[in-house]
T-cell receptor, first 113, second 116 residues
Framework: AQSVTQPDIHITVSEGASLELRCNYSYGATPYLFWYVQSPGQGLQLLLK??????LVQGIKGFEAEFKRSQSSFNLRKPSVHWSDAAEYFCAVGARFGNDMRFGAGTRLTVKP | DTGVSQDPRHKITKRGQNVTFRCDPISEHNRLYWYRQTLGQGPEFLTYFQNEAQLEKSRLLSDRFSAERPKGSFSTLEIQRTEQGDSAMYLC??????????????FGQGTRLTVV
């Protein structure tokens, strides 16, 4: 069965520092992988997605993620965090958008001034 | 605003009452999804429509839950005889499905249900 694990429930970083959010997945075939961000009271916004090809994926807002098949990981990174990045981040895996997509429990990011 | 809209944003109801939520997808999107998100968890898939056809329902969708998408436009999610365990954020998303792959699913802001 497919599943997603986000090991860090809560992360705090200083503004301007680098960020890495971890995501490990379990999937029986070649996965489609996604990172979404959710601000308080808002819906989910897609940051980036991986379907195939280059394993380093660039997204919006300066985020990137790297697919590592050998480690079953799809970690999200940003070189310099801004205060507006404070939010909840969700990793998801599936064969396609929607009915076959499974989300992790999320990582809450706090940014210190 | 041309995004996915959900109504109401918040609903407080007494246990045992029925509630209905509405989702208006992006106009050209043929696929519509409902998810439930409880505190501290990621969204869980509930059901999925392609146009007006409900193609899949999760086992999470008990017989107290029903969803419709008449005419393939807006969708409603009804919960009958609400229970405290139904308290959650109900998220709707839509996408433009196409042969050979799907485009991004866009999420609404959700309806937060509190059952007291």
């Amino acid at each position: 069965a497919q599943s997603v694990t986000q090991p860090d429930i809560h992360i705090t970083v200083s503004e301007g520092a680098s960020l890495e959010l971890r995501c490990n997945y379990s999937y029986g075939a070649t996965p489609y992988l996604f990172w979404y961000v959710q601000s308080p009271g808002q819906g989910l916004q897609l940051l980036l997605k991986y379907f195939s090809g280059d394993t380093l994926v660039q997204g919006i807002k300066g985020f990137e993620a790297e697919f590592k098949r050998s480690q079953s990981s799809f970690n999200l990174r940003k070189p310099s965090v801004h205060w507006s990045d404070a939010a909840e981040y969700f990793c998801a895996v599936g064969a396609r958008f929607g009915n076959d997509m499974r989300f992790g429990a999320g990582t809450r990011l706090t940014v210190k001034p | 605003d041309t995004g996915v809209s959900q109504d109401p944003r918040h609903k407080i109801t007494k246990r045992g009452q029925n509630v209905t939520f509405r989702c208006d997808p992006i106009s050209e999107h043929n696929r519509l999804y409902w998810y439930r998100q409880t505190l501290g968890q990621g969204p869980e898939f509930l059901t999925y429509f392609q146009n007006e056809a409900q193609l899949e329902k999760s086992r999470l969708l008990s017989d107290r839950f029903s969803a419709e998408r008449p005419k393939g436009s807006f969708s409603t999610l009804e919960i009958q005889r609400t229970e405290q365990g139904d308290s959650a954020m109900y998220l709707c998303a839509s996408s433009l499905g196409e042969t050979g792959g799907e485009r991004e699913a866009f999420f609404g802001q959700g309806t937060r249900l509190t059952v007291v």
